[in-house]
């Protein structure tokens, strides 16, 4: 199983959205409802921002929201904030208990 | 308070054997798939594979099977990830990661193990 395609990075001034897409197959991202969002910050482990495509848990911004439309999923981040910069994951089930991640996406707060 | 503490960092050379650990405490250990995820230096995120303690049901990803080998000893509570000769293409920070089963996703992480392998 490959990589989920992400772009390498994104920005946005402060008070402005980013949408940053993750794209796989009818294997993984197309084949279910099961995508998740990664965020990275330097040097720390990651956190889960959003699961089940759109769900967010508890303690995570409502600024956060993720959709999915065929084999893409989008992550995109309204009103951005300077501690929104990071390192930004998707990950999907692939079916038989095997997950995939994607490339990763640089968030960068101009 | 759920939480995942790994074992410490690792340098070796190429060729010798390790094995690291990540301790789960606050959960059921046996009712959750615990997993690891490497990332190479200033790289992205890879999920290896995950192992359920209940049962020791374990599954790889393609791309590391056969490289690694995830194990579980539920009676303390600790996952493994053991390499039989490491490589220099292995130095990478590693992660352990709780897999919520339901949610298809992961809620909780390690703090990481640095591996580092030269000669």
């Known amino acids: 199983q490959s990589a989920l395609t992400q772009p390498p990075s994104a920005s946005g001034s402060p008070g402005q959205s980013v949408t940053i897409s993750c794209t796989g197959t009818?294997?993984?991202?197309?084949?279910?409802?099961?995508v998740s969002w990664y965020q990275q910050h330097p040097g720390k482990a990651p956190k889960l921002m959003i699961y089940e495509v759109s769900k967010r848990p508890s303690g995570v911004p409502d600024r956060f929201s993720g959709s999915k439309s065929g084999n893409t999923a989008s992550l995109t981040v309204s009103g951005l904030q300077a501690e929104d910069e990071a390192d930004y994951y998707c990950s999907s089930y692939a079916g038989s208990n095997n997950f995939v991640f994607g490339t990763g996406t640089k968030v960068t707060v101009l | 308070e759920v939480q995942l503490v790994q074992s410490g960092a690792e340098v070796k050379k190429p060729g010798e054997s390790l094995k690291i650990s990540c301790k789960g405490s606050?959960?059921?250990?046996?009712?959750?798939?615990i997993g690891w995820v490497r990332q190479m230096p200033g790289k992205g995120l890879e999920w290896m594979g995950i192992i359920y303690p209940g049962d020791s049901d374990t599954r790889y990803s393609p791309s590391f099977q056969g490289q690694v080998t995830i194990s579980a000893d539920k009676s303390i509570s600790t996952a493994y990830l053991q390499w039989s000769s490491l490589k220099a293409s292995d130095t990478a920070m590693y992660y352990c990661a709780r897999h919520e089963e339901a949610r298809r996703s992961i809620d909780y992480w390690g703090q990481g193990t640095l591996v580092t392998v030269s000669s």
């Open positions: 009818s294997s993984d991202v197309g084949g279910y409802n099961y």
């Open positions: 606050g959960y059921s250990f046996t009712s959750y798939w």
